[in-house]
Structures are given as structure tokens and as C-alpha cells.
């Protein structure tokens, strides 16, 4: 283990195919690093913890990995391998998935704080794109963890790019995080995922919640964890649930840019009832393109708030 108590150092090989250029970060699931494939270039490799792993259904994020290694959809952070490595008798599952030039949307909303309704339509319509691809598979693909910490903004091309990340690895993650984590994640679940439950409409509902947030700055209901302690992180399903019953205001309540088609798209995909939300991915994209249809603007305007 290196000084820094990190799993990997730069300048480390694994399995003789990808070395170690530097340590991106640490997330619920694991250690994130920025690799060179032998062959292939520059890759982000994910190495799951062993806490993680011990509490997830692994073969099944394996799985949905090897599914969405076969993908190669502009609105999908590729995945291109899963495998084990060995470390000081230590054996350790990792990912590794195309490395993104930009920034999340959570690092340009905590500048920002909102965006303007036609980067929020234009960031919102990619997210769907990607997430009606892996929800056409078969069986369909959850996303399960979908929030702007989950969506790569891609700056390589003159315009802007939005990708989804990280699928399937939300499973378990909250049997792991503390309450700040848990309430973080937790803001974007819809209610059926408290109770176990994860539905091609639960990633919408969460899809619209940072639709929500993008066009307004703000959630849609409004929460105090401050009076929470540490150990009360069983209480924020309570909290949440409790503030949800409130019905939100609609986004021009927030941002006169808003019409009334676009607060009427917005609250349906968040709708706490199953029977009120879009049911599918392709109704919600198809409602957001008759919206972004209405008003013709100009990218460089846009390139403007990604730099």
C-alpha cells in the first residue's frame, strides 16, 4: 500500500495492459485512477472497494458491464473491461470506462447554480438519449444512482457534450456512505426506490429532478438535514418522503424562462405517483424536443456557460 494509502501508485502496471498515470479521486464505490491502455489509449479505471463489493451483487454490476461494453452510444461513458487484478495477496475487481475531457454537471451547477432553459433542454435531451438506449436493452439496464455527479459534461468538440456514468454501481452504495452521501443520493430517488423497488420509471423521475435543478438552481421540495445527527441517517428516507408530499412549484415559479409546457414536462416526471410519471423514456425525450423545437438558439451562447 503506497504512503497515501491508496491501492494504486503512478507508474503501476496492471494485468501488463494498463498503467497508472495518476489518482482522480475516491467515490462511494471506490478509487478512481487515469490509465493508459497499451493499446488503446488514455481510460479511467475504477477499482471497486472491498466493502463495496462484499455488499453489492457484483456479478450483476459485472455483468451489466460486459452489456455495456457492447454499447457505443456519443450520450454513454463506454465501458470497455471488467476484471480482477492482484495487489499483496489481494484480489480486487475493477471497471474501466472512456476517460471524459470536461467536467461533471455538478462541478458547472456549483458555479452556475442554474442554467438557462435551453442548455438545461439540451443537457436533459442527451441524458435521455443515452438512458433510451440502455433502457432497450434486454433485460433493460437501471441506472439506479442518476444525479449531475452522474453526468459528464464532454468539451473535446466545439459543442458541448453531456454523458451518463456509472451505471449499476449504485447498487448498495447506501449500506456504505454516511448521512451526507446518503442524503446527497437520496435526493434523486423516486419514492418506489426506498422500498427496494428500481424501474426504467424511477431513472426518469430521477432524470427530472435534475431537470428540476437545472432550471431552477433549486429541488423540487425543500429539506433540513442540518437537524439531523450522524447516526440519523435512517431518518433521511422519513425526511424526504415527508417533504415530498408537498406538491413542488412548478419551475417558473423559479425561472421566468419556463412555460407552462415545460412546468407541465418537469412535475410529470416527477411525479410521486407511477401512474402520473412518464412510464417510458421515449414519451418524456419526445415532449422535451416539441419543447426545445419552439426556440431557436444559438450554440456559441451556450459554449459560453460549459467554459
Not at 495518476?22 to 466493502?51: D, N, P, S, W
Not at 463495496?52 to 452510444?73: K, W
Not at 411525479?271 to 417510458?280: A, G, I, K, P, V
Amino acid at each position: 500500500m503506497s504512503e497515501s494509502n491508496n491501492i494504486l501508485n503512478k507508474g503501476d502496471r496492471i494485468n501488463d495492459t494498463y498503467d497508472v498515470q495518476c489518482f482522480i479521486g475516491k467515490g462511494a464505490f471506490g478509487e478512481v485512477y487515469r490509465v493508459k491502455h497499451k493499446f488503446m489509449g488514455i481510460q479511467v479505471l475504477k477499482v471497486l472497494q472491498t466493502e463495496y463489493v462484499e455488499n453489492t451483487d457484483i456479478e450483476t454490476v459485472t455483468s451489466e458491464a460486459r452489456i455495456l461494453s457492447g454499447l457505443t452510444h456519443s450520450n454513454i461513458v463506454r465501458v470497455f473491461d471488467t476484471n480482477t487484478f492482484e495487489r499483496q495477496s489481494k484480489s480486487y475487481h475493477f471497471i474501466t470506462m472512456g476517460f471524459v475531457s470536461g467536467e461533471s454537471l455538478a462541478q458547472l451547477l456549483k458555479r452556475e447554480i442554474s442554467l438557462s432553459v435551453p442548455v438545461s433542454l439540451s443537457v436533459e435531451i442527451a441524458i435521455l438519449h443515452g438512458l433510451y438506449e440502455v433502457h432497450n436493452q434486454d433485460p433493460p439496464i437501471i441506472h439506479r444512482d442518476i444525479s449531475p455527479d452522474n453526468i459528464l459534461l464532454s468539451y473535446e468538440n466545439k459543442e458541448p457534450r453531456a454523458l451518463l456514468s456509472d451505471f449499476g454501481l449504485a447498487q448498495s452504495i447506501d449500506q456504505l456512505s454516511g448521512i451526507s452521501a446518503a442524503a446527497g443520493k437520496y435526493l434523486y430517488f423516486s419514492p418506489e426506490c426506498f422500498w427496494g423497488a428500481y424501474l426504467p420509471a424511477s431513472d426518469i423521475f430521477s432524470v427530472g429532478v435534475v431537470l428540476y435543478r437545472m432550471l431552477t438552481g433549486s429541488f423540487p421540495w425543500n429539506y433540513d438535514f442540518d437537524t439531523l445527527d450522524d447516526d440519523d441517517r435512517d431518518n433521511v428516507t422519513t425526511m424526504i418522503l415527508k417533504a415530498q408530499k408537498i406538491k413542488p412549484k412548478p419551475p417558473s415559479f423559479y425561472n421566468a424562462e419556463c412555460s407552462e409546457d415545460l412546468d407541465r414536462i418537469a412535475l410529470k416526471a416527477i411525479s410521486q405517483e407511477l401512474e402520473d410519471r412518464y412510464c417510458n423514456v421515449k414519451d418524456f425525450l419526445d415532449d422535451l424536443i416539441a419543447e426545445q423545437s419552439k426556440d431557436v438558439f444559438d450554440i456559441e451562447k451556450i459554449d459560453i456557460l460549459y467554459y
